[in-house]
T-cell receptor, first 116, second 113 residues
């Protein structure tokens, strides 16, 4: 019963390098989200997906791209990493909900990314 | 639009003392409110949630929260702190489209022996 699994757990990148973070969930959830966590700023939504093949921008989407080719996977890409993208990244998933409801999230354990 | 303000980025209590973590929200729709806990180097775990049923919500590990619409608050309490409660706590509000949650800045709880 894995829930939400994120890989890798840690990564160090040089400025300008690219990478992809993988999120996988085994709960058949429709909705998936990527957040970044920075000290004193809580969690901020980067991108989200409401179903296979769909993605949408969140609060801080610049510098990131996402894809959801399979329902269980949600990928976050950094095309050209910058030091400002040093952060802890969390993936979360949720069951589909009617408008104006929220069931809450199941979170992954996070990816700690450092860009030097 | 929705927002969450957690009053106090750090709270320190003695073991056995009352824990009170404050959360105020703003929402244009009836809110769904959540408290999550994050232990060091881990993801966030759900403590409790308010979904328009009872205004006093009981969660795991002895925590509870009361929804007060007139005060737009959802403060988290625990009668007696344990050392194991030391963690960062996040309040979140939802109720808009696609289940999205907006999080507060977080409160780090320190418990002294």
């Amino acid at each position: 019963n894995a829930g939400v699994t994120q890989t890798p757990k840690f990564r160090v990148l040089k400025t300008g390098q690219s990478m992809t973070l993988l999120c996988a969930q085994d709960m058949n959830h429709e909705y998936m989200y990527w957040y970044r966590q920075d000290p004193g700023m809580g969690l901020r939504l980067i991108h989200y997906s409401v179903g296979e093949g769909t993605t949408a921008k969140g609060e801080v989407p610049d510098g990131y791209n996402v894809s959801r080719l399979k329902k269980q996977n949600f990928l976050l890409g950094l095309e050209s990493a910058a030091p400002s993208q040093t952060s802890v990244y969390f993936c979360a998933s949720s069951a589909a909900s009617r408008r104006e409801t929220s069931y809450g999230y199941t979170f992954g354990s996070g990816t700690r990314l450092t860009v030097v | 639009a929705q927002s969450v303000t957690q009053l106090g980025s750090h709270v320190s209590v003695s073991e056995g003392a009352l824990v009170l973590l404050r959360c105020n929200y703003s929402s244009s729709v009836p809110p769904y409110l959540f408290w999550y806990v994050q232990y060091p180097n881990q993801g966030l775990q759900l403590l409790l949630k308010y979904t328009s049923a009872a205004t006093l919500v009981k969660g795991i590990n002895g925590f509870e929260a009361e929804f007060k619409k007139s005060e737009t608050s959802f403060h988290l309490t625990k009668p007696s702190a344990h050392m194991s409660d030391a963690a960062e706590y996040f309040c979140a509000v939802g109720g808009t489209s696609y289940g999205k949650l907006t999080f507060g800045q977080g409160t780090i709880l320190t418990v002294h022996p």
